[in-house]
């Protein structure tokens, strides 16, 4: 890492963590879920950036930690968020497990498929199971009976929304950090180059004596862990869980982050995931035909802008930077 | 008894419409290599037109006469397709499939709120289609006679695209294109010309689909994208790019789903992903298909 982006790292990570003192408990919340999307983005990105893997089903392990934390409070009783992120983690992990062995035997579009196909078959048990799973009412996982930190802290009482927040933010923000340090240490190490160079040139890793499925399984898995995470994460914060979040329209929202973002750039998916959710928010609010808008976004995105939002300003940086030295 | 024979007409009648949503989503991508997502949106804008139509037709046309409505709402689906093939997916031919996949699937997400946006969120119907044909017994218990000229409308359709693919000079230029496009324009071939052919051709099939279905069932939103996924599982059984992929792959899944649905009905649509998973994990290109 060069130090100008390390320098760059630190100021956005100085923001980040002054927000709450500037910003309503509504902005903070906000913010708190552009975090949890953007672990997902990050996830999702190793598979489609630095693999090559287009994956339509990560509603499939975004639902999997959700449903994990709602149905172990329900179930079980337990109210500590360690608890239900370790319990998540197994939970999204092992389906990640069993549907990448199936996924990554295939590339390109039949790997987009078959992610499609099994995330539908999480969300149609999840609708159709509806004694366990609570059906399309979903299951609720209230902040107030939420415990942080191994019991430390815990929000006893409705009126506590706005200190669950304030902490809450805290507590997303450093598992942020921690994922991303995490998902630059794994883009960076031998592992990651080799899935870049699968990603680039199959046949020629192949014939370095890389075990591509082996490779591809394991970048499944960790991008499966990712976004089974941010499920995690979210749920209480949303204090619900519905078949929603497992259905095709909650993949696509995560193909949509790292579009945005710029998917051939470690930092493109996070931005791409921060800036969808205000948009989605805001967007919402004013026109009731979000989905055209988005749609229409997307296309244009793709046609004219592939490298995305942060990419196209590293971009227009670049130039920027030669037109400089040019004229000096 | 009775209820066998009506379940496999009901079976044969769902295999017709999934034929020929399969057979179009094939099509495209056996000559331009491209999957396209919202081939379920053509679907669901074929239904919304043929509604549409039928109800603003009822009272000038004698019921049975609405029936011309269906292969318009077809064809009005397949001007769209015309329109959208040189405006929108020609330039990414050439682009990795990762962007075709999301252009594609921008696509989807445009139309179905464009459904929404000119029809409304009630569903449309047009069952009166369905009442003029009135019901005709089958082993003792009614059926309506429209599904079963549906199911003939199918079987025309099959046999139909058959000839055009085989035994036609365009259908020939269409399969030389669709092994090897930079060939067939060296021969002098007009490619951009079949590809626009071809993809207005599957939005055809497509439109003709939810035209089929709409008088027994309903216009809803979120029947495009409903339709796509089991499109999919259909394909992926059959093999993608292949018409006889698409008919068994229809005729498969239509029985498991009829089935599924009369003794198991949770599991309905997961155990048509355990077929295509265990297809896909058996045969990877499907009953039917080439290696890519």
Known sequence: MNRRRAALAAFVLIVLA??????????????????????????????????????????????????????????????SMELFILGGIVFSAALAALFGVVCVR?????FAILTLALSQVLWTLAYKFFWITGGTDGLRVPFSKLTLLGGLVDFPGADAFARFISFYYYYVLVVFCVCVALMWLIVHSPFGKTLQAIRDNETRARFLGVRIWRYRWLAFLVSGIFTGLAGILWVPLNGLTTPDILYWPQSGKIVFFAVLGGFRNFSGPIVGAVIFNYLEVYAIAATEYWQLMLGAILIILVTFLPAGIVGSAARLGERFKRKERASA | MEIVALQVLNSLFYA?????????????????????????????????????????????????????????????????????????????????????????????????????????????????????????????????????????????????????????????????????????????????????????????????????????????????VEVLVIAFVVVVIGGLGSLEGALVGALIVSALRTITIQFWEEFELAALYLIAAIVLLIRPTGLFGRKA
């Not at chain 2, 000079?169 to 079949?194: E, H, N, P, W, Y």
């Open chain 1, 18 to 79: 002054l927000v709450p003192a500037f910003a309503g408990t509504y902005q903070t919340q906000l913010l708190t879920y552009g975090l949890t999307l953007a672990i997902a983005a990050l996830g999702f990105n190793l598979l489609l950036g630095y693999t090559g893997l287009l994956s339509f089903g990560h509603s499939a392990y975004f639902g999997a930690g959700a449903y994990a934390v709602a149905l172990m409070m329900r179930y079980w009783g337990i109210a």
């Open chain 1, 106 to 110: 295939h590339t390109r579009i039949f």
């Open chain 2, 16 to 224: 017709a419409v999934l034929f020929l949503i399969a057979a179009g989503l094939s099509l495209i991508f056996g000559v331009m290599g491209i999957v396209n997502m919202a081939h379920g949106s053509f679907y669901a804008l074929g239904a919304y037109i043929t509604a549409w139509s039928v109800a603003a037709a009822a009272g000038a046309f004698a019921p049975a006469a609405l029936f011309i409505f269906l292969p318009l709402g077809a064809i009005a689906v397949a001007l769209i397709g015309l329109a959208i093939e040189p405006t929108l997916i020609r330039p990414f031919y050439r682009r990795p499939e990762e962007y075709q996949l999301l252009v594609t699937f921008g696509l989807l997400l445009v139309l179905d709120d464009v459904i929404r946006l000119v029809w409304g969120g009630t569903p449309l119907t047009a069952s009166r289609l369905v009442d003029s044909f009135g019901l005709v017994q089958v082993g003792g218990l009614p059926y309506p006679v429209y599904n079963l000229l549906m199911i003939g409308v199918g079987i025309a359709a099959a046999a139909a695209l058959w000839a055009f693919v085989y035994r036609t000079k365009f259908g020939v230029l269409l399969r030389a294109t669709a092994q090897d496009r930079r060939m067939a324009a060296a021969l002098g071939i007009d490619v951009g010309r079949i590809y626009v052919l071809a993809f207005g051709l599957g939005c055809f099939m497509a439109g003709l689909a939810g035209a089929i279905v709409v008088p027994s069932q309903a216009a809803v939103l979120g029947m495009g």
